[in-house]
């Protein structure tokens, strides 16, 4: 499975974004979505997945109420919604899958994801 992320670009603060997923050469379902973000000088984080056999869903703490996953299944498309942008998630967003199910309180960990989209970059800046 290979995976696209695009929509990033440059929006001012208090703005929004969707962030799209796209994938190809999926063979197998797959279980759950993560999204996570890599700011300048600093590590990879995560900021939200959902577990699709039940819509459970999980976000970082300075995500919540601001960002949403969704799903287009007739285009096999993720999309991330990200409202009221700051200046602190400025990064590279990446989206990630997983084949497998595992408990909710797993999919922050980057380890259960076995697909990685290259980056989209989000800058949020007046």
């Known amino acids: 499975v290979q995976l696209q992320a695009s929509g990033g670009g440059l929006v001012q603060p208090g703005g929004s974004l969707r962030l799209s997923c796209a994938a190809s050469?999926?063979?197998?379902?797959?279980?759950?979505t993560g999204w996570f973000r890599q700011a300048p000088g600093k590590e990879r984080e995560f900021v939200a997945a959902?577990?699709?056999?039940?819509?459970?869903?999980r976000y970082a703490d300075s995500v919540k109420a601001r960002f949403t996953i969704s799903r287009d299944n007739a285009n096999d498309m993720v999309y991330f919604q990200m409202n009221n942008l700051r200046p602190e998630d400025t990064a590279v967003y990446y989206c990630?899958?997983?084949?497998?199910?595992?408990?909710?309180?797993?999919?922050?960990?980057?380890?259960?994801?076995?697909?990685w989209g290259q980056g989209t970059l989000v800058t949020v800046s007046s």
């Open positions: 050469g999926r063979t197998t379902s797959y279980y759950g």
């Open positions: 990630a899958e997983t084949s497998r199910t595992y408990n909710s309180g797993s999919y922050s960990r980057e380890s259960i994801y076995e697909y």
């Open positions: 959902i577990r699709w056999a039940d819509r459970k869903l």
